[in-house]
């Protein structure tokens, strides 16, 4: 569904703040949203990109305000009609962290040196995938098959 392009890089990310992230000193994007209500804060995670963790925040501020936080998201275009606005805080806990994790996953793998050089893997393998298989037990998928991950799969 979404890929890392439409979402810009994450050098242009020092550039552009994002609503509900903000970097520690140590380079690290974090996001955390207040529940609506109550003076409860929750905690959404950390990230490797600005654009992940605002993902997160999107999906998190949609699920836990509904249709009335369109106009306030980072990335409107992330949100399914599939996306359901009845969880608990801890399930929209889960779901944001969750896509925000998607999003660093598919950086790491557009960022990587194999896709960015387009060169092999090197070592004994001669180019080709080690057979360790994903938790799916895909054997000898590459990266970007293992990854093809979608928010709408953690909803």
Known sequence: MSSPE???SSSSAAKKRYRGVRQR???KWVTEIRVPGTTDRLWLGSYATAEAAAVAHDIASYCLSGGASLGT???PHVISS???IDLSPRSVQKAASDAGLAIDAQFAVQTSPENVSGGSHGGQGG???EDWGNVDGNYGASC???LNISIDDYL
Request: proline share 0%; charged share 35%; no cysteine.
């Open 144 to 146: 970007e098959e293992a």
């Open 25 to 27: 000193k140590w380079g």
């Open 82 to 84: 599939k996306l359901r």
């Open 6 to 8: 439409e979402f810009g």
């Open 73 to 75: 998201l980072n990335f």
């Open 127 to 129: 180019g080709q995938m």
